[in-house]
């Protein structure tokens, strides 16, 4: 019996779980669309989740410079930004166009454009849209998304089919 037992195993151990984790939330939080396969996007919503509503509980202390923060206030901002780092690896290296090399604090865009953004919602923070099948092994594929970010373009076709035709 499972009783208790939420979340899937992926036939790993926990420490090479948690890595997957670590790196697949990592690289959502970079880009903020991933693709992967189903069942590891529907366990990375969880995961994601849970550290954006730890920066979106500090309130507007999370995007506040600290030198107008209370005392107080910047010691909860580091106890989060420490709960965040804890899982999150700090930095994140992007390529942009033109091949340019970017280095991101990871832990500071989930405090401060994050947090930001998400500050007036409730929570659902993410959008997974399925694609099909890849290619090599037919594993159901699907993009996890952050749901104010660019829409998919398969998420956006979708959308103009199911639009009411102007007049």
């Not at 189903?38 to 995007?63: C, H, S, W």
């Not at 600290?66 to 930095?91: H, M, N, V, Y």
């Not at 919602?121 to 099909?132: C, N, Q, S």
Request: hydrophobic share 40%.
């Amino acid at each position: 019996m499972r009783h208790s037992n939420a979340g899937r195993k992926f036939d790993r151990n926990t420490s090479s779980r948690r890595a997957m984790f670590r790196n697949l939330a990592a690289n959502l939080v970079l880009h903020e669309r991933i693709e992967t396969t189903d069942a590891k996007a529907k366990e990375l919503r969880r995961v994601a989740e849970r550290l954006i509503t730890k920066a979106v509980r500090l309130g507007t202390v999370a995007y506040t410079t600290q030198d107008q923060l209370s005392e107080s206030d910047k010691g909860r901002r580091l106890a989060t930004k420490r709960l965040i780092a804890s899982f999150l690896p700090r930095w994140g290296t992007r390529v942009e166009k033109g091949g340019a090399t970017l280095k991101v604090d990871l832990v500071e865009k989930v405090l401060v454009d994050l947090a930001k953004r998400f500050a007036t919602r409730p929570g659902g923070y993410t959008r997974i849209v399925k694609l099909g099948a890849r290619r090599g092994d037919n594993a159901p594929i699907s993009i996890i998304e952050f749901v104010d970010g660019p829409v998919s373009n398969k998420a956006a076709a979708d959308a103009a089919e199911t639009a009411p035709a102007a007049p």
